[in-house]
């Protein structure tokens, strides 16, 4: 989709911090981190959310996250993580190109209660 903003970043078109890739799937830091190392893990292809999500498209992007979210953990040594998916507007989602969002969590001090 031309004026989405991931599709963008998929294309190269817009630069971003980029954690991994494979031919599926992208993953890339949050420009606005909530915490240190939020990343959001999206698909190549351009689905708006879960509902679009083919039984393929989903296996290829939760196959990485595990070893996506290792990796944040190693580097950052948060004390535990969100991984979370916004669908819709009233549950928060504001680029409507699907994403899961790894939030490193630190505690009391992380800003996120
Ligand atoms: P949502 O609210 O849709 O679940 O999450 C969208 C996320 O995308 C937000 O956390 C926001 O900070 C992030 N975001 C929006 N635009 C950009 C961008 O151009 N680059 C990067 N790296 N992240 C973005
Ligand atoms: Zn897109």
């Known amino acids: 989709m031309s004026d989405c903003i991931f599709c963008k970043i998929v294309n190269g078109e817009i630069p971003a911090a980029k954690v991994f890739e494979n031919e599926h799937v992208v993953a890339f830091m949050d420009i606005s981190q909530v915490t240190k190392g939020h990343t959001l893990v999206i698909p190549k292809v351009h689905k708006e959310n879960v509902y679009e999500l083919t039984p ?58």
């Open 56 to 113: 393929e498209i989903a296996r290829n992007i939760y196959e990485v996250v595990p070893s996506i979210a290792n990796a944040l953990k190693k580097e950052f040594e948060p004390a535990a993580m969100n991984t979370i998916n916004n669908n819709g507007e009233l549950a928060g989602q504001t680029v409507f190109h699907f994403h899961i969002h790894l939030i490193p969590r630190y505690g009391k001090g992380d800003g996120l209660g």
